[in-house]
């Protein structure tokens, strides 16, 4: 037996497409094409040269630039100022009064700001309409909320500079091209029954999440859209986003203890749930923190490039252009708590069990000499994970039900000479001392403010609250045609296609919904009823399958809104004691009664062929919050029809006696037993045709034999009158739990 959750994916129409040339990321078509020429790695390698006149930025400088630069680049990316919504499309009636009802003036929330997400004009479907909300097929909508990153926007507008507003245009792919026509935001806004609300707390984003506008904040909202819509909330937060989002699931809400019971699915990009590697690299404790580790030593020297990048050129094309304005936000209540290990982090509660964690993140990996990045020789290199450059994926991933990174790779370049190298070896001097290495690039698919823009993440997050949104819509027989199965029979778990599993290989049998593969009613094979107590429709299917021979003991699954798999049970796994699971167990029918399942199947007993099945089982499947149970199991074989006959001869009730026997033959037995009175008044002893007979019936189940008698069972009777051994009764199954004396024989 086992259960399942739901997982995952699609991607809703975007795509990658083939690279133009080696080394080649390419987005957007014909005249509008832009390719950026890589080096061998995902992304420009990161290359620098020193010369004289550029120099080393004393280390002052240095401080101040890499901590403004980590400091960006926990943001969600938009330093420009919120506009008025522009090409906003017309707007649902429910969403748009949640809107009102959930905004900052009715909540009081200051300068938080809460929006329904504008419909723009540039984010469109890949036929080229413009994305539009549309309810599910229940005519409902779930109310999905974006949350973002430290000092970053949220609000969904015209310029496109929130956190989720960008166009997903990066890949890890390095050959490679991603074809998209909208932001995240447009992405979901694309899905039957998401409403999308941002939650902007840009205004005090340098405070903690314990602040009464973060995190309480969120909870407030979180509390009204579940009122308002009825319906648990779907988070997606970016970076610090998702602590803010923590705090306030873990605390009081409408509903008890935390808002395990208002919120469904969480969505995380890069969020530092154990804190942040560049938060670190602060005033107290660049030295100490960089001269103990490789990836702090990396992230430094990659940060700190951004000042030898900004000396020469105050627009360089990188990621440098967009620093933020506080050069001291590592200072600020915020960027104090981010640092790893802090006390702020270690008081946030954990994510309750109930609530599905979907954790995103990134991965740099850089190639650095072995020894130092200094006078040696280039192909001696090691690999170092440096994350996002931000927050590491152990960062990340900490406390997630669902992970997901995506990878890239670079190299960096040498750029001292030997005494440096010399001194890293002897430990001389500080891996925080290491040369500065300027930025060629620093937009990459991998890195902390571009997470959103990287379609293998995007793809992964639209799928993570379709998933959940399609988990709501009522169970039907159509929907189960493309539901999930578990693995079975020697086929994988996998997800059905018209009803039965794609990819097994021919002749190797078949996996599916037993109505499609075996031409049975579906009425008698598939139910509906609350099976879990949710109060909500779920169904119990039959299973079918097979390794290409004689068929498997089926499955009874149980199914949810969505065709979510709430939980399987094979029907070999459910026998008499005494009984062993037979070759194969067969479904007869299906039935619901009082949030339970009425399942009736046949199998073999002792000395039935595969062929046969001689067993009627009936119980009553349940599921009691972690598996599938069966109670009130009782088993039928031809042996209550045979004491029937017996006692009713005995009872000389030949009109019962005829009800339980083919034609003639009750007729036969009652002038047989006037000769054979011992064996009307023994035990039967009933056998399959597999069974081991004695010697003077081992000839009863030998086809084409003498002493051969076409029967589904053999009932013995001993005796000793007339020189004869056995009165033999002949059983054959005339359907479910119903038998008939097919023939008399004496040996």
Same mark, same amino acid.
């Given at each position: 037996?086992? =259960? +399942?959750?739901?997982?995952?994916? +699609?991607d809703d129409g975007d795509r990658h497409a083939s690279g133009r040339g080696p080394g080649r990321l390419c987005s957007g078509d014909g005249e509008r094409e832009r390719c950026v020429e890589g080096s061998g790695h995902v992304g420009a390698a990161l290359r620098h040269d020193r010369t004289e006149a550029g120099g080393v930025m004393n280390r002052f400088r240095i401080r101040r630039v890499v901590l403004a630069m980590a400091a960006f680049a926990l943001t969600a990316g938009s330093q420009v100022a919120v506009?008025?919504? @522009?090409?906003?499309?017309? %707007? &649902?009636?429910?969403? @748009?009064?949640?809107?009102?009802?959930?905004?900052? @003036?009715?909540?009081?929330?200051?300068?938080? &700001?809460? %929006?329904?997400?504008? =419909? !723009?004009?540039? $984010?469109?479907?890949?036929?080229?309409?413009?994305?539009? #909300?549309?309810? $599910?097929?229940?005519?409902? #909508?779930?109310?999905?909320?974006?949350?973002?990153?430290? &000092?970053?926007?949220? =609000?969904?507008? @015209?310029?496109? %500079?929130?956190?989720?507003?960008?166009?997903?245009?990066? =890949?890890?792919?390095r050959l490679g091209s991603v074809r998209t026509t909208r932001s995240l935001i447009g992405q979901y806004q694309s899905l039957p029954g998401a409403a999308v609300f941002t939650f902007d707390y840009h205004a005090y984003s340098a405070r903690w999440v314990t602040d009464p506008h973060l995190g309480p904040a969120l909870g407030k909202v979180i509390d009204c859209l579940y009122r308002a819509s009825g319906q648990k909330v779907i988070v997606v937060s970016h970076s610090m986003g998702g602590l803010v989002t923590r705090y306030a699931v873990t605390h009081r809400g409408v509903v008890g203890p935390d808002r395990s019971d208002e919120i469904s699915t969480v969505v995380t990009f890069g969020t530092p749930e154990t804190g942040s590697v560049a938060a670190l690299l602060s005033e107290a404790g660049l030295d100490t923190g960089a001269a103990t580790n490789d990836l702090l030593a990396v992230v430094r020297m990659i940060l700190a490039g951004c000042g030898q990048l900004t000396s020469s050129n105050i627009r360089t094309g990188t990621l440098c252009d967009r620093l933020p304005a506080p050069v001291s936000a590592f200072e600020s209540q915020a960027g104090r708590a981010l640092r790893a290990g802090s006390a702020e982090l270690r008081a946030l509660r954990p994510w309750p069990k109930p609530v599905f964690v979907d954790a995103l993140a990134g991965q740099a990996r850089f190639q650095v000499p072995r020894l130092g990045w200094f006078g040696l020789s280039w192909g001696r290199t090691t690999s170092v994970e440096a994350g996002d450059l931000i927050v590491t994926s152990g960062s990340a991933f900490q406390g997630a039900d669902s992970t997901r990174t995506v990878s890239c790779s670079y190299q960096l370049s040498p750029v001292r000479g030997t005494t440096d190298a010399l001194g890293l070896r002897l430990g001389l001097i500080s891996k925080a001392d290491v040369a500065d290495v300027p930025l060629k690039a620093f937009t990459g698919a991998c890195f902390h403010p571009d997470l959103m823009r990287s379609i293998e993440l995007t793809n992964e997050a639209l799928g993570a609250v379709s998933d959940d949104i399609r988990s709501r819509q009522p169970v039907t027989a159509s929907s189960l045609l493309s539901a999930p199965v578990p693995a079975a029979c020697g086929h994988p778990a996998g997800?059905?296609?018209?009803?039965?599993?794609? +990819?097994?290989?021919? +002749?190797?049998?078949?996996?599916? !919904?037993?109505?499609?593969t075996t031409g049975q009613p579906r009425a008698d094979l598939l139910t509906f009823g609350d099976l879990d107590g949710d109060g909500t429709g779920d169904a119990a299917a039959a299973l079918y399958c097979d390794a290409g021979g004689v068929p498997w003991p089926e499955i009874i699954a149980f199914y949810g809104p969505g065709s979510t798999l709430i939980g399987h049970i094979s029907l070999s796994d459910i026998n008499l004691p005494g009984h062993e699971a037979g070759e194969n167990a067969l479904v007869h029918r299906l039935r619901y009664t009082a949030k339970g399942v009425v399942v009736q199947w046949s199998t073999q007993q002792d000395g039935d062929p595969g062929a046969s099945a001689t067993l009627d089982y009936t119980a009553t499947l349940r599921w009691n919050g972690h598996a599938i149970t069966a109670s009130g199991l009782t088993a039928t074989t031809e042996r209550s029809t045979v004491d029937r006959f017996l006692r009713a001869l005995r009872d000389h009730d030949t009109i019962t006696a005829s009800s339980l026997a083919a034609d003639g033959v009750a007729e036969e037995a009652v002038s047989q037993f006037r000769s054979y009175g011992d064996a009307l008044a023994a035990t039967p002893d009933c056998l399959g045709p597999n069974s081991d007979f004695p010697p003077s019936a081992e000839g009863l189940p030998d086809v084409g034999g003498p002493a051969y008698v076409a029967a589904t069972r053999y009932c013995l009777l001993p005796t000793t009158a007339g020189g004869a051994t056995y009165v033999v009764l002949g059983m054959d199954k005339t359907g479910f739990q119903r038998w008939q004396v097919s023939s008399l024989s004496i040996v």
């Open positions: 037996m086992g =259960t +399942g959750r739901r997982r995952r994916r +699609g506009r008025a919504p @522009a090409h906003a499309e017309s %707007q &649902t009636a429910a969403p @748009a009064e949640w809107g009102t009802r959930c905004g900052s @003036a009715r909540l009081g929330l200051d300068g938080d &700001t809460v %929006q329904l997400a504008p =419909t !723009l004009r540039r $984010d469109t479907n890949p036929d080229g309409s413009p994305v539009a #909300y549309s309810p $599910d097929s229940r005519g409902r #909508y779930t109310p999905v909320i974006m949350v973002h990153g430290w &000092t970053g926007r949220g =609000t969904h507008d @015209a310029a496109g %500079q929130g956190a989720f507003s960008h166009r997903i245009d990066l =890949t890890a792919n997800k059905l296609s018209s009803g039965k599993l794609p +990819g097994v290989p021919k +002749g190797r049998g078949v996996m599916g !919904l037993a109505w499609v």
